[in-house]
C-alpha cells in the first residue's frame, strides 16, 4: 500500500532518483516524534535541493521520469489505444480474472478484472475500477478490499489497473504531479482507457460506471473524478487526499481545500457537473493525517456547489445534513456525515473510523493496510455507488 514511513512518507510525492536508491548507503530520513513536522520538512527539502531536486508545489512540478508528452489532440476519453487482448483464468469463485493491458501515447498499463459468473453479454453490468496504494499492486488491492469477491455476490465487474514501479518508484500513482492531473494525457488517460476499453469488451452500464482507490489510489481516485466525470457516476477515496492536493498529503495536510475545490471545477471544464463522492478516513492517521479527510469533503462540496449552477452561492451546503454514530460489533466506532444538495439529495458522505489508522477500513487481514475491525468500506462504497447512478 502507501508506505510512508521514512523517505517513503514522500513515497506518493517524490521519486526518489535512482542512483541513490541503488546506493548500499541510503538510510530513509526518521519521521519526527512528535509536532516537529515543520522543521523536518525542511530538513528534506533543504537535502533535496543540495541533490539538485525540487519539491512539488500547487499541483505541481514533476519529478523525474519526465512524462510521455501528451497527443496533440487528446481523445475525449481515454486517448487512443492499442490491446484489449489478454488472458482469462478460472478463480477460487466461479467467475473469471481477465487479463489485460491498455496503450496510448502516455505509456501503457496492465490490469486485471474479474467478470462475474452471473455476467451474460447483452445484459448490462455496473463496473467499479479499484486502484491500488502505494507498494501494493492490482492483485493486492483485490486481496485486500475484497472488491472482487462482492463483484461476484452483487453482480458487477471489478477492474484492478496496475502501476508499474518504472512509473514511480514506490508504485504509487502520480495524483501530485501536473502531468498526471489532467484530462487526455498521463496516467487519467491511461486509467481512462482501461475504463473504456472494458466498457467496450463487456457489456457494462455507461451510467453505473465508477472509480475508487486506497491512500494515492483514493487521492487518484480524485483526480478521475475531475477529470473524467463524464465516465465516472461516483468515486471512493479511502484513506486519500483531494484533488490537487500537493506532495504534503502525505503526512501533513493538503492545500487550500477551496483553491482545490475551484481547480477540479476548472478541470471538469464544460463536463461539470455534481460528483457524489463517498470517503473513509482514520482519526488516527498518521500517513495521510485526518486534516486530509476534511479538506477532501471541503474541496469536493466547493466543487460540486460550483458544479450545480456554476456559482459558489451554497446550493450544496458545507454542514451535514445529517450524522450517524456507528459500531461495529467488537470493532471501531465511527461517524458518518452525509452531505445534501438544496432539494435534499446526498452528494456527500464521509466516514470518520476513530482509532483507525492508515487502512483500509473492514479490510481482510490478510494484507497489510487493513482495519479489519472498521466497518467495511468495501460494501458501504457499493451501496453509495449503486445509490448513485450517472444522471
Avoid at 487479463?99 to 451474460?120: F, L, Q
Wanted: glycine fraction near 12%; proline fraction near 7%.
Amino acid at each position: 500500500m502507501l508506505k510512508l514511513g521514512g523517505l517513503a512518507v514522500l513515497a506518493a510525492a517524490i521519486l526518489w532518483p535512482a542512483s541513490a536508491m541503488a546506493a548500499s548507503s541510503y538510510t530513509p530520513f526518521p519521521l519526527p516524534s512528535s509536532g516537529s513536522w515543520t522543521t523536518w520538512w525542511a530538513q528534506i527539502q533543504k537535502q533535496l535541493s543540495q541533490a539538485g531536486w525540487t519539491l512539488p508545489v500547487g499541483g505541481g512540478s514533476t519529478t523525474t521520469p519526465p512524462p510521455t508528452p501528451p497527443p496533440t489532440s487528446p481523445p475525449s476519453g481515454g486517448g487512443g489505444s492499442t490491446g484489449g487482448g489478454g488472458t482469462t483464468s478460472p478463480t477460487s469463485g466461479t467467475g473469471a480474472t481477465v487479463t489485460g493491458s491498455y496503450t496510448n501515447s502516455s505509456g501503457t498499463r496492465s490490469y486485471t478484472a474479474y467478470v462475474p459468473s452471473t455476467y451474460k453479454a447483452g445484459t448490462a453490468m455496473p463496473l467499479v475500477v479499484v486502484l491500488h496504494g502505494c507498494t501494493e499492486s492490482s492483485d493486492v488491492i483485490a486481496q485486500l478490499t475484497r472488491f472482487d469477491q462482492l463483484a461476484e455476490t452483487k453482480g458487477f465487474i471489478a477492474v484492478f489497473p496496475q502501476q508499474p514501479s518504472s512509473a514511480n518508484y514506490e508504485s504509487c500513482w502520480n495524483f501530485f504531479q501536473d502531468a498526471d492531473m489532467h484530462r487526455g494525457s498521463g496516467e487519467p488517460s491511461l486509467i481512462a482507457g482501461i475504463t473504456q476499453q472494458v466498457q467496450q469488451n463487456y457489456t457494462v452500464n455507461a451510467k453505473q460506471t465508477y472509480v475508487a482507490g486506497l491512500s494515492a489510489g483514493g487521492a487518484m481516485a480524485s483526480v478521475m473524478g475531475a477529470t473524467y466525470p463524464d465516465i465516472y457516476a461516483a468515486i471512493g477515496v479511502g484513506s486519500g487526499c483531494e484533488y490537487d492536493a500537493t506532495a504534503a498529503c502525505a503526512g501533513y495536510q493538503s492545500t487550500d481545500p477551496t483553491t482545490a475545490g475551484k481547480a477540479a471545477y476548472t478541470e471538469m471544464g464544460s463536463r461539470a457537473r455534481v460528483l457524489p463522492v463517498i470517503a473513509f478516513q482514520g482519526d488516527a492517521d498518521t500517513t495521510v493525517p485526518p486534516i486530509n479527510g476534511t479538506q477532501l469533503v471541503q474541496q469536493w462540496l466547493t466543487t460540486d456547489d460550483l458544479a450545480d449552477d456554476g456559482a459558489a452561492n451554497g446550493s450544496i451546503g458545507t454542514t451535514a445534513a445529517k450524522t450517524t454514530q456507528g459500531q461495529v460489533p467488537n470493532g471501531r466506532s465511527y461517524t458518518v456525515s452525509d452531505y445534501d444538495d438544496s432539494h435534499g439529495g446526498e452528494v456527500l458522505q464521509y466516514w470518520l473510523v476513530h482509532g483507525m489508522n492508515h487502512a483500509w477500513s473492514g479490510g481482510s487481514s490478510s494484507e497489510s493496510y487493513a482495519d479489519p475491525q472498521g466497518p467495511d468500506a468495501t460494501s458501504a462504497m457499493y451501496q453509495f455507488f449503486m445509490a448513485h447512478p450517472m444522471p
